[in-house]
T-cell receptor, first 114, second 112 residues
Framework: DAGVIQSPRHEVTEMGQEVTLRCKPI?????LFWYRQTMMRGLELLIY????????DSGMPEDRFSAKMPNASFSTLKIQPSEPRDSAVYFC????????????FGEGSRLTVL | GENVEQHPSTLSVQEGDSAVIKCTYS??????FPWYKQELGKGPQLIID?????GEKKDQRIAVTLNKTAKHFSLHITETQPEDSAVYFC???????????FGAGTTVTVRA
């Protein structure tokens, strides 16, 4: 299996612009997670889905952030409008239906907002 | 919510020596404790985990111990090698709850 695939790997944008990050989970995994990693706050869970349905979005920082999962093989995290404090590495992870607890992370999308 | 504290933040060891990283958690209901390794430019990868019905688990050179009474768990790496250099994260969650709370991470450097 190719693992969790994220795009883009790097994104540099200007404040106020819309940013869309994409994720393809591992086939057959029913859970999908979006995490944000910064030096100050570490790894933070933003939102997670089960069978394409958002289960917990309490970690989404503001209304500027939104996430969707239109089907089992694709998810997006959108920031509109972006701000410099959104600069971080955003990770997508997936997990299988069986409650093994293991998360399989993608390689991340590094976002820089100028 | 769950609060996981991790120490030390950085650790430098001589190749062949052991490395120990310690974590404490706040929620006594937590019962799943994984450890993730993150190499530069990569996403975290699970290296070992332990559930609350077990006090110790070992996999080759790595082992994890859990003290439920004291609410702390530790990662032990023996015979360290240069490829062990990475950032290590501990985490905790409740059974059936996929909300992992991560520690702040420990940067391990193995000196040749």
């Amino acid at each position: 299996d190719a693992g969790v695939i994220q795009s883009p790997r790097h994104e540099v944008t200007e404040m106020g612009q819309e940013v869309t990050l994409r994720c393809k989970p591992i086939s057959g995994h029913d859970y999908l997670f979006w995490y944000r990693q910064t030096m100050m706050r570490g790894l933070e869970l933003l939102i997670y889905f089960n069978n394409n349905v958002p289960i917990d979005d309490s970690g989404m920082p503001e209304d500027r952030f939104s996430a969707k999962m239109p089907n089992a093989s694709f998810s997006t995290l959108k920031i509109q409008p972006s701000e410099p404090r959104d600069s971080a590495v955003y990770f997508c992870a997936s997990s299988p239906r069986v409650n093994t607890g293991e998360l399989f992370f993608g390689e991340g999308s590094r976002l820089t907002v100028l | 919510g769950e609060n996981v504290e991790q120490h030390p933040s950085t650790l430098s060891v001589q190749e062949g020596d052991s490395a120990v990283i310690k974590c404490t958690y706040s929620d006594s209901a937590s019962n799943y404790f994984p450890w993730y390794k993150q190499e530069l430019g990569k996403g975290p990868q699970l290296i070992i985990d332990i559930r609350s019905n077990v006090g110790e688990k070992k996999d080759q050179r790595i082992a994890v111990t859990l003290n439920k009474t004291a609410k702390h768990f530790s990662l032990h790496i023996t015979e360290t090698q240069p490829e062990d250099s990475a950032v290590y994260f501990c985490a905790a969650s409740k059974g059936g709850d996929y909300k992992l709370s991560f520690g702040a991470g420990t940067t391990v450097t193995v000196r040749a």
